[in-house]
């Protein structure tokens, strides 16, 4: 280890109690938020090290490292950070304080309400997370180290979408961005329609024939132990194609069947049931949804047909390759 890497490591060492004063001050400002000990401690770090690094000649003293912390914007880095790691009530605190400017930086920017509507859309569903990565869901809020203010990060977000939306409506998309932007969110990440071939191939057909009823099976009363909330948003979502925001309207008309279920959940969390749902919410019930028919089939590819975790992988294979259609949904009941 080279000595400029020594003398980062010491800072960063004497440097510890500082950064846990400040998670400290945020926790106290944001106890629903969770325990954020960790993350937290290793995103000061990260940002601490790349201050360091882009200061070697300077050699910055331990009261350098404290006044560059003491400009982090820490209570929007606990915020960022809690919505990364899933807490609900982060991401109520942010629709609350960020949604109208998103979408005022949005209309301001935008040449039309309609991509400016695209664009708030897209920017959610990359702040929630569209990748998992080793069983990690990857927000893009991760990518935000506090400094300068989470607004001006955002409107950053926000415009890098927009350039993006102009060259998808005016150029060609390749294939590589065509299989990285899969779709709104966990959905299609767990579920998405692949072409046969390379490794799929090397599955033997008979191996395929053998496990497809186990498949077929499992699948079919996955779905069917869902309550019928979430079978109604897998209708909404799979079948009728609407857009996260357009559940979310739904879900706010007094007439709707999600209305009901969504009261008695608010009124538990002794949240305002007649507020505003915004799409993060949506879509962590989606991602709940599909977690729960993932434990389900593989719980019963296991118990009800015995089968090894070589061959529910093989299962795992079909229902992604075989039964990703809109078809496939079209099956749901709602009693």
Same mark, same amino acid.
């Given at each position: 280890?080279?000595?400029? &890497?020594?003398? /980062? $490591?010491?800072?960063?060492? *004497?440097?510890?109690?500082?950064?846990?004063?400040?998670?400290? +001050?945020? =926790?106290?400002?944001?106890?629903?938020?969770?325990?954020?000990?960790?993350?937290?401690?290793?995103?000061?770090?990260?940002?601490?090290?790349?201050?360091?690094?882009?200061?070697?000649?300077?050699?910055?003293?331990?009261?350098?490292?404290?006044?560059?912390?003491?400009?982090?914007?820490?209570?929007?880095?606990?915020?960022?950070?809690?919505? &990364?790691?899933? /807490? $609900?009530?982060?991401?109520? *605190?942010?629709?609350?304080?960020?949604?109208?400017?998103?979408? +005022?930086? =949005?209309?301001?920017?935008?040449?039309?309400?309609?991509?400016?509507?695209?664009?708030?859309?897209?920017?959610?569903?990359?702040?929630?997370?569209?990748?998992?990565?080793?069983?990690?869901?990857?927000?893009?809020?991760?990518?935000?180290?506090?400094?300068?203010?989470?607004?001006?990060?955002?409107?950053?977000?926000?415009?890098?979408?927009?350039?993006?939306?102009?060259?998808?409506?005016?150029? *060609?998309?390749?294939?590589?961005?065509?299989?990285?932007?899969?779709?709104?969110?966990?959905?299609?990440?767990?579920?998405?329609?692949?072409?046969?071939?390379?490794?799929?191939?090397?599955?033997?057909?008979?191996?395929?024939?053998?496990?497809?009823?186990?498949?077929?099976?499992?699948?079919?009363?996955?779905?069917?132990?869902?309550?019928?909330?979430?079978?109604?948003?897998?209708?909404?979502?799979?079948?009728?194609?609407?857009?996260?925001?357009?559940?979310?309207?739904?879900?706010?008309?007094?007439?709707?069947?999600?209305?009901?279920?969504?009261?008695?959940?608010?009124?538990?969390?002794?949240?305002?049931?007649?507020?505003?749902?915004?799409?993060?919410?949506?879509?962590?019930?989606?991602?709940?949804?599909?977690?729960?028919?993932?434990?389900?089939?593989?719980?019963?590819?296991?118990?009800?047909?015995?089968?090894?975790?070589?061959?529910?992988?093989?299962?795992?294979?079909?229902?992604?390759?075989?039964?990703?259609?809109?078809?496939?949904?079209?099956?749901?009941?709602?009693?």
């Amino acid at each position: 280890m080279s000595s400029e &890497a020594i003398q /980062s $490591e010491d800072l960063l060492s *004497e440097c510890e109690s500082v950064m846990a004063e400040i998670y400290a +001050r945020c =926790a106290e400002n944001a106890p629903n938020f969770g325990d954020l000990t960790d993350c937290f401690n290793a995103s000061l770090r990260k940002t601490v090290s790349r201050y360091l690094q882009n200061n070697p000649s300077e050699k910055p003293t331990f009261e350098d490292v404290k006044e560059f912390l003491g400009q982090i914007q820490a209570d929007d880095l606990f915020l960022a950070l809690a919505c &990364a790691n899933g /807490s $609900e009530r982060a991401w109520w *605190e942010f629709d609350q304080q960020h949604r109208s400017y998103l979408e +005022r930086v =949005a209309r301001h920017l935008a040449r039309t309400d309609i991509d400016a509507q695209e664009v708030v859309d897209t920017v959610y569903v990359e702040l929630y997370g569209t990748r998992v990565v080793d069983g990690e869901r990857v927000s893009k809020f991760a990518t935000y180290s506090g400094r300068g203010s989470l607004r001006g990060w955002l409107r950053t977000v926000i415009w890098h979408s927009l350039v993006d939306l102009h060259r998808a409506s005016h150029d *060609e998309v390749s294939l590589d961005e065509m299989t990285e932007n899969v779709g709104e969110g966990y959905a299609h990440a767990q579920f998405a329609e692949l072409k046969l071939g390379g490794e799929g191939e090397m599955i033997d057909r008979l191996a395929k024939d053998r496990y497809r009823k186990a498949t077929l099976s499992a699948i079919e009363n996955a779905f069917a132990n869902l309550d019928n909330h979430e079978k109604l948003l897998l209708l909404y979502y799979h079948v009728e194609n609407l857009k996260l925001r357009e559940i979310a309207r739904l879900v706010e008309n007094s007439t709707s069947p999600l209305r009901g279920w969504f009261q008695r959940k608010s009124v538990s969390r002794e949240e305002n049931p007649a507020s505003r749902i915004h799409e993060s919410t949506v879509m962590r019930w989606l991602e709940k949804s599909y977690s729960k028919v993932l434990t389900s089939f593989r719980l019963e590819l296991q118990k009800t047909h015995d089968l090894r975790d070589e061959e529910i992988e093989i299962c795992m294979g079909l229902a992604t390759q075989d039964l990703a259609s809109p078809n496939l949904y079209k099956n749901l009941s709602v009693n």
